[in-house]
Structures are given as structure tokens and as C-alpha cells.
């Protein structure tokens, strides 16, 4: 007897919530995984792993997912920059992972005067960096923000503050900065992992902990 999942050809599951909470597997995440197979694709907010830092990750908890079936919205914000703005420079606020990846992707770097400034989930984030982003932007660089996501669920339940929390930060000094958002709830994501895995909307469901 076939169950209502199996009428989908493209499985968009989010990570944290779902089927992670914080270092710990959620019940039948495993099972799950298993099942779906490669219908699963991964499609997470997450803004400081690369796909294969993530699946090495997962791979320490029993939980084995190729990272080619995974979608992160910061990866996937330098990838959009890199195709839409070749050669830009760049100031990344976010781990060392993104700022390796980016390098891969042949953006140049600029700590001074840089084109773009590419907002994640910098936990180093403080007053001087908050001041270091507006004086960038008012210079005339454009920003990339990987998510707006204030916070998520951490190991011991309690929320931790997100990439959004800190681009409220810079929107409280300047509320009329443009700004481009890569990660859920925009399009980005789903449109990438339609196309790159060949389903169309109507054959592919969504499962996520955020009705947002």
C-alpha cells in the first residue's frame, strides 16, 4: 500500500528540526533517510558548513547523505554571486569553510573596500563588525544575506541567534539599505533543486519544522 510521500518524485526535506536537533539525530531520521533514498534532497538555511563539511558531520552520526543532494543557503549565495558577479570582490562575515569555498569559486577578496559584503551566520559578530558592515555599505557595497532566519533551535533547546538576528542589527542603523536574500523562504533553493535534479513543483513536496 503506498503511502502519501511515495506520490513524490523529489523529497525537499530541511535539516535542523527535521532531521537534526542541534548534534542529535531525531527519531527515525535514519529510517527516513534510508527510505527516500534519492529522492531526498537536503535543503537547509545553514550558513557556516559547506555540503561536504556538513555530510562529514552527519557521517559521525550514522547518517550518510551525498553532498551533492545538499543545498545550503550559504554556499549557494556565493555560488548566485559568483555566477551573477564574476570576479567581485567580496567581504565575508562568516566562517572559515564559506570563506574557502568562496575562494573556489574565484571571488577575490577585499577587507577594505570590497564590492559585495556576504552576510551568514557570523559568530564572531560584535559592535566593531556591526560598525565595520555599515561603513562598507555606505561606501556603496552591495549586500548578500545567506538567510533571514532570527534564530534556531539549539543542542539544549534553547533558541541561537541566526543570521537574521544579525542583518536586524544592520537594518536598525540602515533601514533603506537593498539588500538580495538567497535562503528559505525565497525561491532559490527549491528553483536550484528542481532544476539541478530534473522534478518540476508539482512532483516534488516540502518538509520543514518553519511554516514560514
Not at 553532498?67 to 564574476?86: K, N
Not at 555599515?134 to 533558541?159: F, M, Q, T
Amino acid at each position: 500500500m503506498k503511502h502519501w510521500i511515495d506520490y513524490y518524485s523529489c523529497i525537499l526535506c530541511d535539516l535542523d528540526g527535521c532531521i537534526v536537533s542541534g548534534q542529535t539525530l531525531l527519531p527515525g531520521a535514519q529510517d527516513f533517510c534510508r527510505t527516500m533514498e534519492d529522492r531526498l534532497v537536503i535543503i537547509s538555511n545553514n550558513s557556516s558548513d559547506t555540503p561536504e563539511s556538513l555530510t562529514q558531520k552527519l557521517l559521525l552520526q550514522d547518517l550518510q547523505i551525498s553532498a551533492e543532494r545538499v543545498l545550503l543557503a550559504g554556499t549557494t549565495t556565493l555560488e548566485l554571486l559568483a555566477d551573477q558577479r564574476p570576479g567581485t570582490s567580496v567581504k565575508i562575515y562568516g566562517s572559515d569553510d564559506l570563506k574557502d569555498y568562496a575562494f573556489g569559486l574565484n571571488l577575490t577578496f577585499s577587507y577594505t573596500n570590497p564590492e559585495a559584503i556576504v552576510l551568514t551566520r557570523d559568530t564572531q559578530f560584535s559592535y566593531s563588525t556591526l560598525n565595520d558592515i555599515i561603513r562598507k555599505l555606505s561606501r556603496g557595497a552591495e549586500l548578500w544575506v545567506s538567510n533571514l532566519d532570527d534564530s534556531h533551535p539549539g543542542i539544549d533547546g534553547y533558541p541561537v541567534a541566526e543570521t537574521g538576528a544579525l542583518f536586524h542589527a544592520v537594518m536598525t542603523c540602515m533601514p533603506d539599505i537593498v539588500y538580495q536574500s538567497v535562503g528559505k523562504p525565497n525561491s532559490h533553493l527549491y528553483e536550484i533543486a528542481n532544476k539541478r535534479f530534473g522534478f518540476t513543483p508539482s512532483e516534488t513536496i516540502v518538509i520543514g519544522d518553519n511554516p514560514d
